[in-house]
Antibody
Framework: EVQLVESGGGLLQPGGSLRLSCAASGFTFSNYEMNWVRQAPGKGLEWVSCISSTGSTIYYADSVKGRFTISRDNAKNSLFLQMNSLRAEDTAVYYC??????WGQGTLVTVSS | DIQLTQSPSFLSASVGDRVTITCRASQGISTYLAWYQQKPGKAPKLLIYAASTLQSGVPSRFSGSGSGTEFTLTISSLQPEDFATYYCQQLNYYPRTFGGGTKVEIK
């Protein structure tokens, strides 16, 4: 069974940094592109970033480009999202997803002073 | 960026109703479109991919159609468990944009 478990969310002040993790199991992680999607409270879904299976190809939404960095460790079946220069509008539940067919439960990031 | 416009944004319907949700893309995306269902506090669930292919395990009352710029999600007979918010997403271009969502509520 595919399992994705996000962690690393929390409350922090504007301008801060946070690193989200997504632990994958139940499939060959190194074979799959992975994505991060976020959802602000009461709002719709927003695609954030994706990384190819080898990590060689990466894309970002304009709203996070230059501030967020996606990465992966295929040896540890893990996906990461390094978030810097955080803003109030980055407040959201962050989901990792495999092919958009399998999703984690999400981790909440709250940016507030 | 590709813009996806869903309509309606809110829909009130009864159990047994046939429901249709539309998703219009700002430019052609072939059939690179997916539909998701999301319930409060839960992750999205993939219903349909490639515009019309039903994801494994999804009831056959859900169907999708369309290509290019206009797509529809149809629920042939609405069930109590179908009351949720539905999103379309295009996967032809980056960024992989979502529509604004359609909330289906009980009449």
């Amino acid at each position: 069974e595919v399992q994705l478990v996000e962690s690393g969310g929390g409350l922090l002040q504007p301008g801060g940094s946070l690193r989200l993790s997504c632990a994958a199991s139940g499939f060959t992680f190194s074979n799959y592109e992975m994505n991060w999607v976020r959802q602000a409270p009461g709002k719709g879904l927003e695609w954030v970033s994706c990384i190819s299976s080898t990590g060689s190809t990466i894309y970002y939404a304009d709203s996070v480009k230059g501030r967020f960095t996606i990465s992966r460790d295929n040896a540890k079946n893990s996906l990461f999202l390094q978030m810097n220069s955080l803003r109030a509008e980055d407040t959201a539940v962050y989901y990792c997803t495999r092919l958009f067919s399998s999703w984690g439960q999400g981790t909440l990031v709250t940016v507030s002073s | 960026d590709i813009q996806l416009t869903q309509s309606p944004s809110f829909l009130s319907a009864s159990v047994g109703d046939r429901v249709t949700i539309t998703c219009r893309a700002s430019q052609g995306i072939s059939t690179y479109l997916a539909w998701y269902q999301q319930k409060p506090g839960k992750a999205p669930k993939l219903l349909i991919y490639a515009a019309s292919t039903l994801q494994s395990g999804v009831p056959s009352r859900f169907s999708g159609s369309g290509s290019g710029t206009e797509f529809t999600l149809t629920i042939s007979s609405l069930q109590p468990e179908d009351f949720a918010t539905y999103y379309c997403q295009q996967l032809n271009y980056y960024p992989r944009t979502f529509g604004g969502g359609t909330k289906v509520e009980i009449k």
